[in-house]
């Protein structure tokens, strides 16, 4: 095939490719070969399926339209490092269906690169897009190496259910509503300009490993499993002025919240919200306590929808 820019792949099973580019040459008898295809399409419907990319590389777009469903992996080829997706929805009842959709996104760097590099990361550039009509693009959880960045783009609204892996998620960029859940690890969500709504799981941000919030703003929403916060009763502003470290500021702020209540103080710049949702201290190891970090000195709200944030004036 020649002089194609697009390659689509619709049907009932999922869709399994190995990529190649003249970077990936071992391939080359078995694949796919076509340096002029820049973005390679999935509207396959076998929910219980995976659409496998392997040797995925840089040079194209790897798509989810609006009739997809089920799980896409994308092996890497050697040395990439990062990746470009796309969820694009389209009208509802239209050839191409609703809502983009991926249960499980799995980013997975090559065997040998890992070897040589065990703290290897990827950057997962995240698109989404979408006609009027259309409801969130959706993947249920994300699963790259550790410490790997997610970029978040365009403007049709987008729900991360969960990370398997710490990552950074960058949305500054997003013109959408971003529903994200981190992982267990200390997450950095940074918000872009939509009404976003960032969701803390159970034990899924504690002292030991602190989720960090910026762009967080009055049009944003925090929830706190296990934690509820139904109104602005529900959320108590401690004074912390007199702690010489955060884990002073932590403890004392723990001695006067309520199990199940929420705290909030701000400390050293930043803004610091406690649920005191689990037994003994907040700063021993172990502890399932939730502690969320919000960049800058904010006065948050509550409603029945949850936390929202507002810079101090």
Do not use: W
Not at 263 to 276: C, D, H, P, R, W
Not at 294 to 312: E, F, P, R
């Amino acid at each position: 095939m020649t002089n194609i820019e697009t390659l689509e792949f619709t049907s009932a099973a999922s869709a399994a490719l190995t990529d190649s580019t003249p970077s990936s040459a071992i391939y080359f008898t078995t694949s796919f070969f076509n340096t002029a295809v820049i973005k390679i399409v999935f509207n396959t419907t076998d929910t219980q399926g995976t659409d496998t990319v392997n040797a995925a590389n840089t040079t194209r777009t790897y798509a989810f339209g609006g009739l997809n469903e089920g799980a896409a992996t994308l092996n890497l080829d050697s040395g990439v490092t990062t990746i470009n997706v796309s969820l694009e929805g389209a009208a509802a009842g239209a050839a191409t269906g609703g809502t983009a959709t991926v249960t499980t996104l799995t980013i997975a760097p090559r065997a040998t690169d890992l070897a040589a590099d065990p703290s290897l990361t990827t950057t997962v550039h995240i698109a989404s897009s979408g006609v009027a009509g259309v409801g969130a693009n959706a993947i249920s959880t994300v699963t790259a190496q550790a410490g790997s960045t997610l970029k978040v783009t365009g403007s049709n609204d987008l729900a991360i259910a969960a990370l398997t892996n710490r990552a950074t998620v960058d949305a500054s960029s997003f013109a959408g509503k971003l529903a994200i859940a981190g992982s267990a690890g200390a997450d950095t969500i940074i918000l872009g300009s939509g009404q976003d709504t960032v969701t803390v799981g159970a034990a899924g941000s504690t002292f030991a490993h602190i989720d960090t919030i910026a762009g967080f703003t009055s049009a944003d929403t925090l929830i706190l499993a296990g934690a509820p916060v139904a109104a602005a009763a529900d959320l108590v502003k401690q004074d912390v002025s007199a702690a010489g470290s955060l884990e002073q500021a932590l403890a004392s702020v723990e001695a006067v919240t309520a199990a199940n209540g929420v705290s909030y103080f701000n400390y050293a710049g930043n803004t610091y919200v406690l649920a005191n949702t689990g037994a003994g201290s907040v700063t021993a190891p172990g502890s399932d306590d939730l502690v969320v970090r919000i960049v800058g000195v904010q006065v948050l709200t509550a409603d029945a929808s949850g936390i929202h944030g507002k810079i101090a004036a």
